[in-house]
């Protein structure tokens, strides 16, 4: 089975360091969407690509998040600085627009701030 | 941008009984809608999925409705299994016509007792 790809599993940090998260997507998956999941929100869309282009980052915190494809086969979720808040699970989901299968989510990157 | 609700956040039912998770849609333009399933500490993973040309698909013992009228769409799982606990969460896209992202409803917690 074909899969998405994050690393890593787990991260744990502290207060005001950077944190990068990973995503390879499915090949030849050209719509990319990253979430957090916590107990109390569920599913948050933080950022959403297609062909590498940013199409809605307006779920994200601007002045500490970022979201990138440098390309096809990556996608990146910057934190900086960390905060305890962030603590939460970081889910990548990618698949073909206008296809008629679903979309395919990694096994997700469980992030811990102290 | 689009909006889910989706009822119960919590439900437990009997083994063999069946179960109804319900959802609605604010964007009349929204066209697929997918179900999903996460098992404690695993991704979410795609169950069923249903477009707007059809109003009900089946798949085993699942199956989802959709009324687009009223905008509302459900999952119904019969016979019910020990197996099937698990955060069923529903989602809403205009995934053919536009370049909208996919949006999450806030999870049900479906408890099985047997």
């Known amino acids: 089975d074909a899969r998405v790809t994050q690393t890593p599993r787990d991260k744990v940090t502290e207060m005001g360091q950077e944190v990068t998260m990973r995503c390879q997507p499915i090949?030849?998956?050209?719509?990319v969407f990253w979430y957090r999941q916590t107990m109390m929100q569920g599913l948050e869309l933080l950022a959403y690509f297609r062909n590498r282009a940013p199409l809605d980052d307006s779920g994200m915190p601007k002045d500490r998040f970022s979201a990138e494809m440098p390309d096809a086969t990556l996608a990146t979720l910057k934190i900086q600085p960390s905060e305890p808040r962030d603590s939460a699970v970081y889910f990548c989901a990618s698949g073909l627009a206008g296809s008629l299968a679903g979309y395919t989510f990694g096994s997700g990157t469980r992030l811990t701030v102290v | 941008g689009e909006n889910v609700e989706q009822h119960p956040s919590t439900l437990s039912v009997q083994e063999g009984d069946s179960a109804v998770i319900k959802c609605t849609y604010s964007d009349s333009a929204s066209n697929y809608f997918p179900w999903y399933k996460q098992e404690l500490g695993k991704r979410p993973q795609l169950i069923i999925d249903?477009?707007?040309?059809?109003g009900e698909k089946k798949d085993q013992r699942i199956a989802v409705t959709l009324n687009k009228t009223a905008k509302h769409f459900s999952l119904h799982i019969t016979e019910t299994q020990p197996e099937d606990s698990a955060v069923y969460f529903c989602?809403?896209?205009?995934?053919?016509?536009?370049?909208?992202?996919?949006?999450f409803g806030k999870g049900t917690r479906l408890s099985v007792i047997a």
């Open positions: 090949l030849g998956h050209n719509t």
């Open positions: 989602a809403a896209q205009r995934r053919i016509s536009g370049n909208t992202p996919l949006v």
């Open positions: 249903i477009r707007s040309n059809v």
